[in-house]
């Protein structure tokens, strides 16, 4: 079962400026979990105006990648601090890539928030809002998981995400209004559980195909469920 990351553990990660800020004064403490000056305030204030922002699930944009016409959808349920998860895009990913490419799978990304570091990925990847440039950081954070993830110390990691983004291409301004948005975080953190929850999702990674949800398996066990699909299909090759 996936532990995910409560909007309350956000809230102290966030109340007092964002990540970037927060980790640089790291003690060795596990700021996710511990309220800092003014996070339990936040918190216990009704009229605090970030904390009862309302939440619209309905802005957070579907990462997707190939046709909206085809007839697979893989939906991959992932977390940017997951082993499994960097294999995967090492190996099934590469192989579903020209299936994606010639329109017979369109395929979904949603992570699964089961650390700050994973959320930190993740708002790094969406900075932008675009679907390539999502991509792209996706790859390379996976490429590079155990570069910037380091020892797991928070500022070293938050410094890190912060390479990764600026070496993309993201403004330092934008970057760091993206990682001191605690609505948005709040709310990528409760759209992800939604999700996960109506998807059943037990584990990352996690695959949905066309509405049913299977355990992470191999190239082969993944093709034995979507070649019969495509094939009964009307799909042609362009």
Request: charged share 20%.
């Given at each position: 079962m996936i532990k995910y990351l409560s909007i309350a553990a956000l809230a102290a990660a966030f109340a007092v400026g964002g990540a970037w800020m927060?980790?640089?004064?790291?003690?060795?403490?596990?700021?996710s979990m511990t309220p800092l000056p003014g996070a339990a305030?936040?918190?216990?204030?009704?009229?605090?105006?970030?904390?009862?922002?309302?939440l619209d699930l309905a802005s957070v944009i579907e990462m997707a990648e190939g046709s909206e016409t085809a007839p697979v959808t893989i939906i991959e349920y992932l977390s940017y601090t997951c082993p499994h998860c960097a294999e995967f895009h090492a190996g099934q990913y590469q192989d579903l890539k020209p299936y994606i490419a010639d329109g017979r799978v369109r395929f979904v990304v949603r992570e699964v928030y089961q650390h700050r570091f994973g959320l930190w990925a993740s708002m790094v990847t969406r900075c932008s809002g675009d679907q390539m440039r999502f991509f792209g950081l996706t790859d390379v954070l996976f490429d590079t998981q155990r570069d910037w993830l380091g020892d797991g110390d928070p500022a070293t990691v938050a410094a890190n995400l912060r390479?990764?983004?600026?070496?993309?291409?993201?403004?330092?301004?934008?970057?760091?209004?993206?990682m001191a948005d605690e609505v948005k975080a709040r709310t990528l953190i409760a759209w992800s559980e939604a999700n996960a929850t109506a998807s059943e999702v037990q584990g990352t990674p996690t695959l949905v195909i066309n509405d049913t949800t299977y355990a992470n398996m191999?190239?082969?066990?993944?093709?034995?469920?979507?070649?019969?699909?495509?094939?009964?299909?009307?799909?042609?090759?362009?």
């Open positions: 927060l980790t640089r004064t790291n003690d060795g403490s596990d700021l305030q936040a918190q216990e204030t009704a009229a605090d105006p970030v904390a009862d922002a309302p390479t990764v983004g600026l070496t993309a291409g993201l403004e330092p301004a934008m970057l760091d209004a993206c191999s190239f082969t066990d993944l093709a034995g469920i979507i070649d019969p699909i495509i094939a009964a299909s009307d799909w042609t090759a362009p």
